[in-house]
C-alpha cells in the first residue's frame, strides 16, 4: 500500500510538493483576485464590474474543488473500495450532493 492512501484512512492526505504547489498557486491567484474586489469596491466601481470579478473567482474556487475532488477519488476513495469499506460510498455521496448544490 503506498503511504498516500495509508494516510487517507486516517483522514489526512499526503501530498507531493508538485502537488501542493499547484494546489497553492491557484489559491493565491483566488486570494489576489479578491484583493482586487476590495480595491474595486473602495474605488467605487461599477456594481457590474464587480458582479463579473465575483463570477470569476466563484469558477476558480469551482475549478480547484474539482481538481480536490479528482485527487481525492483516485487516492482515497479508490482505496477504501479496494478494502471493500462501506463509509466511503456514504462520504462520496455526501461529497456528490454538497457540490450539487
Keep these: 500500500?503506498?503511504?498516500?492512501?495509508?494516510?487517507?484512512r486516517n483522514k489526512k492526505t499526503v501530498r507531493s510538493e508538485t502537488e501542493k504547489k499547484t494546489i497553492n498557486n491557484r489559491l493565491n491567484r483566488i486570494e489576489g483576485q479578491i484583493r482586487?474586489?476590495?480595491?474595486?469596491?473602495?474605488d467605487d466601481?461599477?456594481?457590474?464590474?464587480?458582479?463579473?470579478?465575483?463570477s470569476?473567482?466563484?469558477?476558480?474556487?469551482?475549478?480547484?474543488?474539482?481538481?480536490?475532488?479528482e485527487n481525492h477519488l483516485?487516492?482515497?476513495?479508490?482505496?477504501?473500495?479496494?478494502?471493500?469499506?462501506p463509509e466511503v460510498i456514504d462520504e462520496l455521496m455526501s461529497l456528490f450532493k454538497r457540490f450539487n448544490k
Design 36 to 42: 482586487g474586489i476590495k480595491n474595486m469596491v473602495l
Design 74 to 85: 483516485y487516492s482515497c476513495i479508490t482505496d477504501g473500495i479496494e478494502k471493500n469499506d
Design 45 to 54: 466601481r461599477y456594481c457590474n464590474d464587480i458582479l463579473i470579478q465575483l
Design 56 to 69: 470569476a473567482i466563484e469558477s476558480s474556487i469551482k475549478s480547484l474543488s474539482m481538481h480536490i475532488l
Design 1 to 8: 500500500m503506498n503511504k498516500e492512501k495509508e494516510c487517507c
